[in-house]
């Protein structure tokens, strides 16, 4: 009853290609090929966990804060992710957004230039900042890590000299610095036009690497740079490219981050480099380079944001969401190391 | 023993007279390379002593020489990657000069380096394409800069095809998943596909078993096969007298002479090149 098709005997070798792998290696070629992949099996399972244990979690209204959370460092991890794909590390991503927002608030505020004009100057400062740390590394060869720990102090300290270290308030600005606050009413959602922003950005920086020459010379420098340099790919211009194009998308999440917090404070996103990298390794981008996407660094932003309110709406110590970061991190590191040994 | 036996011993390659090349310089214009008087001195080290280098229309051209004997020194000032310090290189007879490996790669060398020059992370087609990817037609590409993915990747199968490559069926594989030899394969597939001149191989076989090489060496024979002239560099006696037509023999910075797996026995090569014998010209 059964037709079975008679070939020619595989050669022992055509077997042993053909041989069954086990699942783990079927697990890790899969992740291979999609690293983003196992971020989102960790944030779909910690949704469903979540819910599980505070039925709340699912709820607009608790979905409306997570994203509003998660924006801000969603948006300074897909510039971190740019950098980090190169095989670098931005330190100063916190005090170089700080700087560029103190300087956009305060020109609107007591500096008297109009909003959208601040809001460009501001934007402005931070590609500049950006371009100054590519600068650094390209023409000065400095380690990324070096340079940014440098520039981290230098925007900080230029950030509170210029500011005096004082708070400007979302009343003293004009309505387009305020603007990124505005809420958006979808049924019981509520999100805010920042949320939107956000979004774009990480749909054209997406975009950018996954489609275009340069999105593909970033993968390639990151890989290995003297193999991108020997096939002719300019590498010193990607690289001051990256860190320019980080530096302006901190430059408009300066502005996002003052329609958020409803203020331009100095004390904001002390933490911003470690969250930044944190929601781009648990992305599953590697940070020897080379390899990860933005769509991974965004699901990385959402499990540390589902697991600080999830972890909330639990009524568990804010501690342990300090604790589970910490071993999602390390748990991230560790498949990149194991996904990057794949064999065919 | 003799190394200088004077009859008509070279014989012809692709038309060319070598008895006649061996009594003297050959004219540029015969030639698809040639390098006359090359110098290239690093402080008081002498990488280069004034050396030719000729390679003719379709030959695979061999060259070897002990470790310092200046076989990549003199290949690096051929290909744009050092500038020599004196010395003219002829270019299809016309003389040229390269300031970098891309000025070489414009005008139609490719060369494969030992280290491959490939991104692992990337599939075979993005390194096939890696510096000169294309992007779509119409508005895609030309405003939003979209690769044309899908058209590399079946331009990179059918190259690998044209070159007998069956190995790698899937242009969408990561480069790290393959094995040496077919890495190498993709490297020495991408050179072929581009070169318009001729294409350098550096050590191409050093890192891979004996079915590999041999999987590469009948690369080296298609790419000749193809009309594109080849100059491969090797440390292999065997694998260079199995392919080369000629052998550029280097030796102390300069040219020990220029040989024929016909003429010399691979034991004799390796005298020449390590000075126990000398081989008299004319």
Redesign the interface.
């Known amino acids: 009853m059964s037709t079975t098709t008679t070939s020619a005997p595989a050669s022992a070798a055509e077997q042993f290609a053909m041989r069954r792998q086990s699942p783990a290696q079927r697990i890790q070629h899969v992740l291979?090929?999609q690293p983003a992949l196992s971020p989102l099996a960790v944030l779909i399972i910690a949704i469903i966990v979540f819910a599980l244990i505070n039925p709340r979690f699912l709820q607009p209204q608790a979905l409306s804060i997570l994203f509003q959370q998660v924006a801000i460092i969603a948006a300074l991890a897909i510039g971190q992710t740019l950098i980090i794909l190169t095989a670098g590390i931005d330190l100063s991503v916190g005090a170089l957004t700080v700087f560029s927002m103190l300087i956009m608030a305060s020109l609107a505020s007591s500096g008297g230039v109009p909003g959208p004009l601040a809001i460009l100057i501001g934007v402005l400062v931070g590609t500049l900042g950006g371009l100054l740390n590519g600068f650094l590394v390209t023409r000065i060869n400095l380690p990324p890590f070096i340079v940014t720990l440098g520039t981290l102090s230098v925007f900080l300290a230029a950030g509170l000299l210029y500011s005096g270290g004082s708070n400007i308030q979302s009343t003293a600005l004009p309505d387009s610095v305020n603007w990124a606050g505005t809420v958006l009413q979808f049924g019981r959602f509520r999100i805010t036009t920042g949320v939107v922003i956000v979004a774009l950005m990480a749909i054209v920086v997406g975009?950018?690497l996954s489609?275009?020459?340069?999105g593909?010379?970033v993968?390639?420098v990151g890989?290995?740079i003297?193999?991108?340099r020997?096939?002719?790919?300019r590498v010193n211009r990607v690289l001051l490219s990256v860190y320019t194009v980080a530096g302006l998308l901190y430059g408009i999440t300066a502005w996002l981050q003052i329609g958020r917090a409803g203020s331009a404070s100095p004390n904001a996103l002390t933490d911003a480099n470690l969250e930044s990298i944190t929601a781009v390794v648990i992305g599953g981008t590697s940070l020897f380079g080379?390899?990860g996407a933005v769509i991974g660094t965004i699901i990385g932003a959402l499990i540390v944001y589902a697991f600080r309110l999830g972890l909330s709406l639990a009524g568990v110590d804010d501690q342990w969401r300090v604790f589970a970061t910490g071993v999602l991190v390390i748990v991230a590191v560790g498949i990149d190391q194991w996904i990057?040994k794949?064999?065919? | 023993m003799s190394t200088a036996q004077n009859e008509a011993r070279y014989g012809t390659v692709n038309g060319v007279d070598l008895d006649a090349v061996q009594e003297g310089v050959a004219d540029p214009s015969q030639t698809v390379l040639s390098a006359r008087k090359l110098i290239k001195t690093f402080g008081k080290v002498i990488g280069l002593d004034g050396v030719d280098l000729d390679l003719y229309p379709g030959e695979i051209l061999a060259i070897i020489g002990d470790n310092g004997a200046g076989k990549s020194t003199l290949i690096k000032a051929a290909t744009g990657a050092l500038t020599p310090d004196s010395g003219q290189l002829y270019l299809d007879g016309r003389e040229v000069s390269f300031k970098t490996p891309q000025d070489a790669r414009a005008a139609g060398i490719e060369t494969v380096y030992q280290t491959l020059a490939v991104a692992p992370a990337l599939d075979i087609a993005a390194n096939m394409f890696l510096g000169r990817e294309r992007r779509r037609s119409g508005p895609l590409g030309s405003v939003f800069r979209m690769l044309d993915k899908s058209g590399m990747k079946a331009d990179a199968g059918r190259s690998m095809a044209n070159l007998g490559i069956a190995t790698v069926q899937n242009m969408g594989q990561a480069v790290e998943t393959l094995s040496g030899g077919q890495r190498q394969a993709v490297a020495v597939a991408r050179a072929a596909t581009f070169a318009t001149k001729f294409v350098v191989l550096d050590e191409p076989t050093a890192a891979l078993g004996v079915k590999e090489t041999g999987q590469v060496l009948n690369l080296i024979q298609q790419i000749r096969e193809k009309g594109l002239p080849v100059i491969l560099i090797s440390h292999n006696m065997p694998n260079v007298f199995e392919v080369a037509d000629r052998i550029h023999i280097a030796r102390l910075g300069g040219c020990a002479g220029v040989i024929t797996p016909k003429s010399h026995t691979p034991t004799e090569a390796v005298a020449i090149m390590t000075g126990a014998t000398t081989l008299q010209k004319g």
């Open positions: 291979h090929a975009f950018a489609q275009t020459k340069w593909r010379h993968y390639a890989n290995d003297e193999a991108a020997l096939v002719g790919i080379g390899r990057r794949v064999k065919a």
